[in-house]
């Protein structure tokens, strides 16, 4: 799936004009706070940044949401064609220094051949500084592609129709696209994709992933130390161990559907 697919598919070009203004990697050298390694990577791996559609409330029926520590007065959805594949880890960095070098809220749909990845992050006024943002949770989905029919994909496209969004303000527009994905990200630790509004319900489920990640963790200390194991028992009895934790596992992500 193309960024221009992408985009297509969730109406974004049936509620506004596209604008595809190039955005110089020279700006994020200069406003981003870019460290030697920062660079780098964007030099190397980032084939072309551009700014494809802004959302304001002159081009869309969304009013902007001003307080002291949210400032949404529209929001951004920024393409960024890689020219070759790129680490997790580097599109971690690349995601940090362009969601915290412009101070709107920010859709990045990264694109590599035919498969895009969608990053999200809520941010808010720096107290000191109104200038500056301070990043939340940044949140991004899997790489996937047009040819992927697969129920977690089909779920998050349908969460991001813009039909589907709030459009009291940009905050709760962009809330929602951040939500939506948040449950890509999480349906690959609980095996679901649930879009959770509630505070609550989103509590519980951090707190769940957060026991799926301790008990994937020791499964695999308890896999690097049968590796190490000589003694037939020992590694019979860690076997066993890993073989509980598996199944306390199952047990988590079956109730977390």
């Known amino acids: 799936m193309e960024a221009l697919q992408f985009y297509e598919r969730i109406e974004l070009n049936d509620r506004s004009q596209a604008v595809k203004k190039k955005l110089d990697k020279k700006m994020f050298y200069?406003?981003?706070d870019v460290n030697?390694?920062?660079?780098?990577?964007?030099t190397k791996f980032v084939e072309r940044m551009e700014l494809t559609y802004l959302l304001t409330p002159s081009t869309i029926n969304i009013q902007a949401f001003i307080n002291e520590e949210y400032h949404y007065e529209g929001v951004m959805f920024v393409t960024v064609q890689l020219r070759d594949d790129v680490t997790d880890?580097?599109?971690?960095?690349l995601e940090e220094v362009i969601h915290g070098a412009l101070p709107n809220p920010i859709v990045i749909t990264f694109a590599f051949k035919d498969q895009i990845c969608v990053s999200s992050c809520m941010k808010r006024l720096n107290r000191v500084n109104k200038n500056n943002v301070v990043l939340e949770t940044i949140h991004r989905t899997n790489w996937f592609s047009e040819s992927n029919s697969i129920s977690v994909v089909d779920n998050f496209m349908q969460s991001m129709?813009?039909?589907?969004?709030?459009?009291?303000t940009f905050f709760d527009f962009y809330k929602d696209i951040d939500l939506?994905?948040?449950?890509y990200q999480d349906s690959e630790i609980i095996g679901a994709y649930?879009?959770?509004?509630d505070d609550k319900e989103r509590q519980q489920q951090e707190t769940i992933i957060s026991q799926i990640n301790d008990i994937e963790q020791e499964i695999n200390t308890l896999k690097a130390a049968i590796k190490k194991e000589?003694?037939?028992n020992k590694k019979v009895e860690l076997n066993m161990k890993v073989q509980q934790l598996k199944k306390e596992l199952d047990n988590i992500k079956r109730n977390a559907k």
């Open 180 to 183: 939506a994905v948040k449950a």
């Open 230 to 232: 000589s003694q037939f």
């Open 30 to 32: 200069d406003y981003g």
């Open 194 to 197: 649930k879009v959770l509004r």
């Open 36 to 42: 030697k390694k920062e660079k780098n990577v964007i």
């Open 161 to 168: 129709l813009l039909s589907n969004l709030s459009f009291t």
């Open 89 to 93: 880890k580097r599109v971690r960095l």
